[in-house]
């Protein structure tokens, strides 16, 4: 059964306070691994797409990375205004479009 | 705005009510997904239609639960004899491909 872990469930960060999130998965056939934002009391924000182990993207002070088994979303010198949900997704599987989430990271980043 | 659009954004009903729900995805995707998700969970795949055609259905959507695509466009989301257990936040997401670019939700609270 594909299966997909976020840790830690929760983080507080100081503004400038570098860290990284964990999204580990097991899966069959991964065909691609999604971040996401999610703001309280809106939809997830598209972030990163990483399709095969080795890749990385950035943008702005976020930095996706995907390995065999897990993925990683790297902040660099945080500000509040990245206090926000982080949602890892998989989609796997022949066939299936749809994603798998996982449960989130919460960031809060104090000033 | 040329994002995905939902209305309405909340909703309040009685158990055993009838509730629908509208979704305008970007106008140039031709996937839609409906997704369901509850206070600290991620979102969970209910239903996927490419164009107009219903392509997968979640165990998640039991009999109560239907959507429709007529044409393409836009989407509708109802639910049947509504029940406290459906009380959630529903996503839809529109896709040309491979990312899922989702709207701001319609929560439903069923009292």
């Known amino acids: 059964e594909d299966q997909v872990t976020q840790s830690p469930e929760a983080l507080r960060l100081q503004e400038g306070e570098s860290s990284s999130l964990n999204c580990s998965y097991t899966?069959?056939?991964?065909?691609?691994l999604f971040w996401y934002r999610q703001d309280p009391g809106k939809g997830p924000e598209f972030l990163f797409t990483?399709?095969?182990a080795g890749e990385e993207k950035e943008k702005e002070r976020l930095k996706a990375t995907l390995t065999k088994k897990e993925s990683f979303l790297h902040i660099t010198a945080p500000k509040p205004e990245d206090s926000a949900t982080y949602l890892c997704?998989?989609?796997?599987?022949?066939?299936?479009?749809?994603?798998?989430f996982g449960t989130g990271t919460r960031l809060t980043v104090i000033p | 705005d040329t994002g995905v659009s939902q209305n309405p954004r909340h909703k309040i009903t009685k158990r055993g009510q009838n509730v629908t729900f509208r979704c305008d995805p970007i106008s140039e995707h031709n996937r839609l997904y409906w997704y369901r998700q509850t206070l600290g969970q991620g979102p969970e795949f209910l239903t996927y239609f490419q164009n107009e055609a219903q392509l997968e259905k979640s165990r998640l959507l039991s009999d109560r639960f239907s959507a429709e695509r007529p044409k393409g466009s836009f989407s509708t989301l109802e639910i049947q004899r509504t029940e406290q257990g459906d009380s959630a936040m529903y996503l839809c997401a529109s896709s040309p491909l491979n990312e899922q670019y989702f709207g701001p939700g319609t929560r439903l609270t069923v009292t």
């Open positions: 990483l399709y095969s």
């Open positions: 899966v069959s056939g991964l065909r691609g």
């Open positions: 997704a998989v989609q796997a599987g022949t066939g299936a479009n749809n994603l798998f």
